[in-house]
Structures are given as C-alpha cells and as structure tokens.
C-alpha cells in the first residue's frame, strides 16, 4: 500500500472501530452478549461500506462464537481504490462489555491485500508475544521456565521480575502453575486476548509477555501490531475440541507448524481499537453536554498514536 492509500484506510479503520464501540456501549451492563455484538458489528459494516478500495474478511471471530459477525470472504467497500485484507473482532470481550467489567475493545487490522494468513477452520491458537528486545529468543516448543528464562535474559531481569499475561481459563491451569512455580508473577485476565497483547507492546503498562492459547482472529490482529512495532510473536494452532482439529486436518493445514510473526501478517498492516467500556487501555465513550468523546489506538508504521474523537450532538 502507497502511504496515501495507508492514511485513508486508518481514518476508515478508525471510523469503524468508533462506530462500532459506541453501539455495542448502549449495551453495557444488560447481559445480552449477542445483543452487544450484533450491535458493533452492524455499525462496523456500515462504516466500511464506505471504504475506498475493496476490503476482504480474511479473518473474523463470529463463527468460532456462534455470534453476528463479519464473516470470512466478505467484501466491503466502495471498489474504487486500493484492495486490502481484514482482520476484525468488532467486540473484543464480550463478556465484559455484557457484565461491565473493564477491557472490551472495538477491534480491527488492515493490512496489503494477500498480506493476513487464513487458518481456515481453526479457531485457537497457541501464541507468544514479546517485546522487540526478545523477539529472537523464543521458541513455542520451549517449556514455559525456558521461556521466561531467555525473555528474562534479553529483558535485562530477573524471572521474578517478570509480569506475564494469560487468560484465566481452564485450558490455562497448568501453565499459571508452571510460570508461578517458576517465580514470575502473572496477571490472569477472564479474556481480552487483544488487549493482553497490546499490553506486551505498550511500554506503560509493564507485561513482559503473553502465553497461551487464544482465538485466531485475535492472533492475526495481533500480529498486525506486534509487525508494525518489531515485536515477536510466534503462533500454532491449537484446536479445543476433536471436530475443530478433523476439520483442520480436513484442509490440509499441520496442527505442528509454528507460524511468525511475518508469516501470520506478510505485509505493511496497522492495528486500531476503540475502548467500550474502560480499562488500562482505553477509556469508555463518554457524553457531556451532548458532545460524545471516545478513545481509540492506532498502532502502524512503528507508532503508536492516541486519539480521541469528540462528536457533537
């Protein structure tokens, strides 16, 4: 992509994201998770209806859910400018949005057209994310006390200076067991994959690194930012049930290959997210005196960029 067609698609990006966090807040704290996210995702499709240029949904995370989404193959945009991949969550934490607990994201990635792998029918994946000082040092066949051992030593710490990210689930039981036996501290966050990443790659808010099995349009969308700032990331997929790993087997795809982070996103891409309802990342979308104020995240070209939109009524 020219930087003119890059700067376009960010305002497009960002409008969509915007669009898509103030709908889904209209449903913070009622419980309807389904609500939330046909909400977000509805407004996001409209935004991009606009977009110049053709965009493809490479990647998107409806149907590991069961939920409204942008699907995989749809088009948007108005056809008249540069083509372009999408990467897109419209509601990253649903839950949280449904339960008004802080961390829910409006969340999408752009990047060159043919540039966001596809993981066809797998939905998990297994992933690592490090800041640009590790990125040669990690190996997801590494044992977790590796890991933190050579992150540590790139870092310039000590394992119990570690702080590590990974969500609180199940699956996860044994690995927070393993990081705390072997003295780093770790912060155990019921979702926001997204958001655990970015926390990686935002020096402020001090997480060393990211493990564990997430889904797979988090990891691309991920790996958008993690590319466009030097980070490291390694990924492999890692279905959660029988009928999701036949499938995967089905299309020809290894459930053994590690991809990088330049396999993952093949190409210049940009990573953008509006906050919902609050967090360490970005505020919720607030209303005074009938102009609207939201938050929102451009990570692209080695910058991460801060902006508020203010609308008036």
């Known amino acids: 992509m020219q930087a003119a067609d890059i700067s376009t698609l960010e305002a497009v990006a960002l409008a969509a994201t915007r669009s898509a966090a103030l709908a889904s807040y209209a449903w913070v704290g009622r419980e309807d998770q389904k609500a939330a996210d046909a909400a977000a995702t509805t407004a996001m499709r409209a935004a991009l209806a606009d977009a110049p240029g053709r965009g493809t949904v490479v990647i998107g995370e409806g149907e590991k859910d069961d939920a409204p989404m942008l699907f995989n193959g ?3 945009g108005t056809g008249h400018g540069p083509d372009f991949d999408i990467a897109v969550d419209p509601l990253e934490g649903t839950s949280f949005c449904a339960r008004d607990l802080p961390g829910s994201l409006a969340t999408i990635a752009f990047g060159e057209s043919g ?3 596809s993981p066809g029918p797998g939905f998990y994946m297994d992933k690592i994310v490090v800041p640009p000082a590790a990125k040669d040092v990690i190996d997801l066949d590494d044992p977790p006390e590796h890991t933190l051992a050579k992150v540590a030593k790139a870092l310039g710490k000590e394992v119990g200076d570690l702080r590590v990210m990974i969500m609180d689930k199940p699956r996860h039981k044994e690995l927070i ?3 705390l036996q072997a003295g780093a501290a770790v912060q155990t966050p019921a979702g926001g994959d997204v958001g655990g990443s970015l926390a990686v790659l935002l020096p402020t808010l001090d997480i060393d690194l990211l493990l564990g099995v997430g889904g797979t349009p988090e990891g691309v969308m991920t790996a958008a930012a993690v590319r466009a700032l030097g980070g490291g ?4 997929l890692a279905p959660q049930r029988d009928e999701e790993a036949d499938a995967i087997r089905a299309a020809g795809m290894s459930l053994e290959r590690i991809y990088d982070c330049d396999e993952l996103v093949a190409g210049e891409a940009f990573f953008v997210a509006t906050g919902v309802n609050g967090g360490p990342l970005l505020g919720r979308p607030r ?3 009938g102009t609207t104020v939201a938050e929102s995240l451009l990570i692209s070209r080695g910058e991460i960029r801060h902006i508020t939109h203010t609308t008036f009524a």
């Open 74 to 76: 749809e088009v948007v």
């Open 115 to 117: 540039t966001f792998w």
């Open 177 to 179: 067991a393993r990081v």
């Open 233 to 236: 990331m390694l990924g492999r």
């Open 287 to 289: 209303t005074v005196g």
